[in-house]
T-cell receptor, first 114, second 114 residues
Framework: DAKTTQPPSMDCAEGRAANLPCNHS???????VYWYRQIHSQGPQYIIH???NNETNEMASLIITEDRKSSTLILPHATLRDTAVYYC???????????????FGSGTRLQVQP | DSGVTQTPKHLITATGQRVTLRCSPR?????VYWYQQSLDQGLQFLIQ???????AKGNILERFSAQQFPDLHSELNLSSLELGDSALYFC?????????????FGNGTRLTVT
């Protein structure tokens, strides 16, 4: 499975954009990039996912480089409630459905500062 | 609110006992996943069911078992409990089991084994 590398922690000022990077240099051509976040001990919250094209929804934007080896999650106007651990996950493909279950790493702890 | 309901929210029991955790997936979702999150292990995939059938196994102990019922709710049974089984247990559901089908997580059951 393609591994992901994320910085362990980041700070962001409230109201500013938060740009969370993720490296996935071994990603295969048809594997999706997913982003989740976990606030304190709540259940992981789905944010966004993409394959090749950039994606945007009401929560965030996902920018995937042309070579697909890295991506950036953008929270356009961070608030204190965005303080959480953010997970970048490459979802494995193939007939083995077990490999398609999301594998969580250690993520990036984003602290939004007032 | 993800739409995934887990009960109970908290469970305290003694070593050697058996407990059952319950999960109701989002309306229309056929696939259910179980995850365990302990302090030193992060989020670990345990098992997946799709429309009543087991489809994938992760790091699930033999003392643990699960099933998905015809109404699509799922139960995770944990037996011969040990102190190390203390953790958050999350259920997630998705419409299908394909790579383009995000998982949506419940807020978990916190199990404390004393």
């Amino acid at each position: 499975d393609a591994k992901t590398t994320q910085p362990p922690s980041m700070d962001c000022a409230e109201g500013r954009a938060a740009n969370l990077p993720c490296n996935h240099s071994t990603i295969s051509g048809n594997e999706y990039v997913y982003w989740y976040r976990q606030i304190h001990s709540q259940g992981p919250q789905y944010i966004i996912h993409g394959l090749k094209n950039n994606e945007t929804n009401e929560m965030a934007s996902l920018i995937i480089t042309e070579d697909r080896k890295s991506s950036t999650l953008i929270l356009p106007h961070a608030t204190l409630r965005d303080t959480a651990v953010y997970y970048c996950i490459v979802r494995a493909r193939g007939r083995d459905t077990g490999r398609r279950a999301l594998t969580f790493g250690s993520g990036t702890r984003l602290q939004v500062q007032p | 609110d993800s739409g995934v309901t887990q009960t109970p929210k908290h469970l305290i029991t003694a070593t050697g006992q058996r407990v059952t955790l319950r999960c109701s997936p989002r309306s229309g979702d056929l696939s259910v996943y179980w995850y365990q999150q302990s302090l030193d292990q992060g989020l670990q995939f345990l098992i997946q069911y799709y429309n009543g059938e087991e489809r994938a196994k992760g790091n699930i102990l033999e003392r643990f078992s699960a099933q998905q019922f015809p109404d699509l709710h799922s139960e995770l049974n944990l037996s011969s409990l040990e102190l190390g089984d203390s953790a958050l247990y999350f259920c997630a559901s998705s419409v299908g089991q394909g790579d383009n089908s995000p998982l949506h997580f419940g807020n978990g059951t916190r199990l404390t084994v004393t």
